[in-house]
């Protein structure tokens, strides 16, 4: 049988998203796919099988990754460059560059580019505006700052997970925030700044799960201009925040290079800019916060164990809303109000059976699932009316109310019988709304594919 290896490997590498060049010994290109010649505004026509410098003049020896990792013999990893491609296009690439051996011999060097114009546009953006109102003095952001006063609950833990908060505000050692997404690890971690004596500083939040981790470390540290291909002189978020505090979300997304950069942070208070050789002193309070268990991160491998204990000096735990469900009427009602206000509607009620839904509910995107439910529903419901179930999307009902509307069945049957009655509802209900796709039907079951599966055979629920 052919061996069709080669065949099979150009295909993949033809039609991948990233950009892939590869040269030979001699320095001809020998491979240049289809996002490349995307990337640079080439055809390859007028690449494949030329010198490279001939085809890119304005690149030498040292400038060029490629001929880099080609003479040298040296692995390029995440590498960011910004340049002008063909089309006089400003492009913002991160390149991964190693060299090609067979049998010990060098012959030749491989370039993956991945795109990120976008990405590094939007961070430049948000650089910019964030450098804009630290020379404000920050007051543009007055009016949207949390505090202690704006959060609503009445759980037990969670006041005392509020009460420890309030208690940190008034040190200055690191703190980590454990919660799952939705559950206001932000707002916690402002009310924690405007409560301590560094509330007239800066407040500045940064996710790390939305940016790659070149471009982050930037963003964080700053850039020294010609640090790397296209970098500007520009402070990081850390001396923006210089006084005051940073707040650094989901540093379990952070990759192990960046994050022993942050502990050398904490340790030495110092940073230094991309690119630079001095270090720049600093006095920042940091905030961090994981969507994961510490610990079960720390054996993932997610967060590094020294910076955990470093950072970990005074640990937050935020309680999910499915742990807080005496708090959900009392949240349902403060959103009812707030939409009311912005949407100038005059909603005086939630029907009980809503309530009861709520209650029952798992809630897995948190406070945050709660009020975006709730904000959908108020606008569509009529002035003077109460919230009722008719007025929540259909996604919501199959989620939400099947088991509340269920649970109104009377034992007509055995108890297994109406169990497995209800159970077969709701799974038709949620496929129903799901268009019958069985991936995003067992997630909003959540239960596994092959469970939805075995159910949908044992209830012989036809599902096309």
């Not at 700044?193 to 799960?209: V, W």
Request: aromatic share 8%; glycine share 6%.
């Amino acid at each position: 049988m052919k061996d069709y290896t080669k065949e099979i490997l150009e295909a993949i590498l033809e039609y991948i998203d990233e950009g892939v060049h590869v040269i030979d010994d001699q320095r001809r290109t020998i491979f240049y796919n289809r996002a490349m010649t995307e990337l640079e505004g080439t055809k390859k026509v007028d690449i494949l099988g030329k010198d490279f410098l001939e085809v890119f003049p304005t690149l030498d020896q040292s400038s060029s990754t490629l001929l880099r990792a080609l003479n040298k013999e040296e692995k390029i990893i995440d590498h960011p460059q910004t340049y002008l491609n063909n089309h006089k296009k400003e492009i913002t690439t991160i390149n991964t560059t190693v060299p090609i051996f067979s049998n010990e011999k060098r012959i030749g060097a491989v370039e993956i580019s991945k795109n990120i114009t976008k990405i590094k546009h939007l961070s430049d953006q948000i650089m910019s505006l964030q450098m804009e109102l630290s020379k404000r003095g920050n007051k543009d952001l007055e009016q949207n700052k949390f505090t202690f006063a704006s959060i609503i609950g009445n759980n037990e833990r969670f006041i005392q997970a509020i009460n420890y908060a309030k208690k940190a505000s008034k040190f200055l050692s690191s703190v980590l925030i454990y919660g799952e997404t939705g559950t206001g690890k932000e707002l916690v971690a402002q009310s924690i700044h405007y409560r301590s004596n560094r509330s007239e500083k800066p407040f500045l939040a940064q996710n790390c799960a939305a940016i790659p981790e070149s471009l982050l470390e930037g963003i964080l540290f700053g850039t020294v201009k010609g640090g790397f291909t296209g970098a500007i002189n520009r402070p990081g978020l850390f001396e923006q925040a210089n006084g005051g505090t940073i707040f650094l979300d989901e540093i379990n997304s952070m990759g192990m290079q960046l994050q022993s950069k942050l502990l050398r942070v904490l340790q030495e208070g110092t940073i230094r800019r991309v690119g630079g050789l001095k270090d720049v002193p600093i006095d920042v309070r940091i905030i961090g916060s994981t969507n994961e268990e510490p610990y079960e991160a720390i054996e993932k491998g997610k967060i590094r164990k020294d910076l955990f204990y470093r950072i970990n000096v005074i640990p937050i735990y935020l309680p999910p809303l499915r742990e807080r469900s005496d708090d959900i009427e009392i949240l349902a009602k403060y959103f009812v109000n707030k939409y009311n206000q912005k949407l100038n509607k005059r909603v005086e009620n939630i029907d009980s059976f809503v309530l009861t839904a709520f209650k029952n509910y798992k809630w897995p995107g948190n406070v945050r699932e709660l009020e975006n439910i709730i904000e959908g529903a108020m606008n569509i419901i009529e002035n003077g009316s109460i919230l009722k179930k008719e007025h929540f999307s259909p996604q919501a009902n199959a989620k939400i109310f099947a088991f509340a509307y269920e649970n109104e069945i009377e034992l007509k049957k055995s108890l297994p019988d109406t169990l497995e009655e209800i159970e077969k509802n709701i799974i038709t209900k949620v496929l129903k709304s799901c268009n019958n796709n069985i991936s995003r039907a067992a997630l909003e079951l959540g239960i596994k594919r092959q469970t939805l599966q075995h159910k949908l055979r044992k209830y012989k629920i036809i599902t096309k």
